[in-house]
DNA sequence: AGCACGATTAACT
DNA sequence: GTTAATCGTGCTC
């Protein structure tokens, strides 16, 4: 059976939280009779105002309006020209934060999703941020979309556990020109061994073990 | 009204 | 390892 939807409070808690619970759930696109999913494998948490790599970090804008939202909201944006990028929004609403999907390992509808990515196969099919959106058709359409709305063609469910063994944290990507100690502060988690390159992917199949704090 | 740049990707040396 | 592609957004003038 596939799991339920992950409600609000799974998402209403610390961003860093979210962004290390998120590794191992299905990230599922569409509706009942039509999936597009994959296990999220690689995630960054942005922390409000304070943190200098975060959008919010300027304040409200009508770009990042979506962060300032309710938890369990998609925050879509669109940049370097070409790509659009998901998050996740967490923490209550009125505060500004929210988990960047980097990295996800296919596990339902890869052919749709190849086709969606030009024909590209293998791990460069959706172990980065902007391809996991292309694979999965997500653009400004989903922008403030929210996840635990019933019937919404985008959520989250169980997946399999990520053991605290097997999560890798690092630096952010791509914050070149942000200060420290946001620059560098460790804030980005992701599957040991996955992503990049997503081999050795979690083995498919049904889950063997609960998400860590199951949503009810 | 103009402009510099970006939570990236793919192609190339 | 380096760099072009490509344009919405937010900031400056």
């Known amino acids: 059976m596939n799991g339920a939807r992950f409600n609000r409070s799974f998402f209403d808690r610390p961003v860093l939280t979210v962004a290390r619970e998120l590794l191992g759930t299905r990230l599922v696109r569409g509706e009942s009779g039509h999936r597009l999913a994959g296990r999220i494998v690689e995630t960054e948490a942005y922390d409000g105002t304070g943190d200098l ?3 919010a970090r300027a304040g409200r804008t009508a770009r990042n309006a979506s ?95 990520v053991p605290d063994a097997q999560v890798v944290t690092g630096s952010r990507v791509g914050l070149n020109s942000v200060p420290e100690p946001w620059k560098s502060i460790p804030w980005r988690f992701r599957v040991r061994g996955l992503a990049p390159g997503l081999r050795g992917a979690i083995a498919h199949g049904p889950a063997e073990a609960p998400p860590p704090q199951p949503p009810r």
């Open 53 to 55: 790599g975060c959008h």
């Open 67 to 161: 962060m300032w939202g309710p938890p369990g909201h998609a925050y879509v944006y669109f940049t370097y020209g070409m790509h659009w990028l998901l998050n996740l929004v967490t923490g209550p609403d009125a505060y500004p934060a929210a988990v960047l999907l980097r990295a996800m390992v296919p596990e339902e509808g890869e052919g749709e999703m190849v086709a969606r990515r030009g024909g590209r196969v293998g791990p460069a099919l959706t172990d980065g941020p902007a391809k996991l959106c292309q694979a999965l058709g997500i653009g400004s359409d989903q922008d403030g979309l929210d996840l635990c709305a019933p019937g919404a063609p985008l959520w989250i469910e169980a997946g399999t556990a």
